[in-house]
């Protein structure tokens, strides 16, 4: 069955930097999408960056743009976000979550979420 | 970028009922519209996916239908374990935008 961990939250001051991870395994990893999705605490879902099956294209929230960069190992299964300069609104939990198919843009999969707080 | 309006953002009902949750895109988006539930404390779950296709898995007491930038998540009949959050999000273009949720409480 699908599977997809996320890895690398934690607390981190504004204007550092910490980079996310989701190893995912259960299907064929190299064919599909890839999206990043936040969701602060006790707010709503906000889409993050999505980036294609071969890594050639990607696209960003406004939000994140120059900021975070989306990645994939496709030799080791593995989705990244790099998050540079981070901000006080960065905090939320961070979903890695699977394209239905290449890039159609919508989820079928999601991990289980991992918790970036941003403090000083 | 698109933006997806959601109401109402809560919603007392009791099981057995029938509810609706209407969210409305800023402009077309043809069907590109899914439904997610989200438990709390857990990742969200796929329901339906450009409007009015049923997840694999997902019971039949849920549907979805749309009409021009207008679309609609009804719940046949409430059970117990469908009191959670609910959103709809727009695959049409990116940035693929969220609605701002409807939480689906018990009255």
């Known amino acids: 069955q699908v599977q997809l961990v996320e890895s690398g939250g934690g607390v981190v001051q504004p204007g550092r930097s910490l980079r996310l991870s989701c190893a995912a395994s259960g299907f064929t990893f190299r064919s599909y999408g890839m999206h990043w999705v936040r969701q602060a605490p006790g707010k709503g879902l906000e889409w993050v960056a999505i980036?294609?099956?071969?890594?050639?294209?990607?696209h960003y929230a406004d939000s994140v743009k120059g900021r975070f960069t989306i990645s994939r190992d496709n030799s080791n299964n593995t989705l990244y976000l790099q998050m540079n300069n981070l901000r006080t609104e960065d905090t939320a939990v961070y979903y890695c979550?699977?394209?239905?198919?290449?890039?159609?843009?919508?989820?079928?999969?999601w991990g289980q979420g991992t918790l970036v707080t941003v403090s000083s | 970028d698109i933006q997806m309006t959601q109401s109402p953002s809560s919603l007392s009902a009791s099981v057995g009922d029938r509810v609706t949750i209407t969210c409305r895109a800023s402009q077309s988006i043809d069907n590109y519209l899914n439904w997610y539930q989200q438990k709390l404390g857990k990742a969200p779950k796929l329901l339906i996916y450009?409007?009015?296709t049923l997840q694999s898995g997902v019971p039949s007491r849920f549907s979805g239908s749309a009409s021009g930038t207008d679309f609609t998540l009804t719940i046949s009949s409430l059970q117990p374990e469908d009191f959670a959050a609910y959103y709809c999000q727009q695959s049409y273009s990116p940035p693929y935008t969220f609605g701002q949720g409807t939480k689906l409480e018990i009255e």
């Open positions: 979550a699977k394209d239905i198919d290449s890039w159609l843009g919508y989820f079928d999969h």
């Open positions: 980036i294609s099956y071969d890594g050639s294209n990607k």
């Open positions: 450009t409007a009015s």
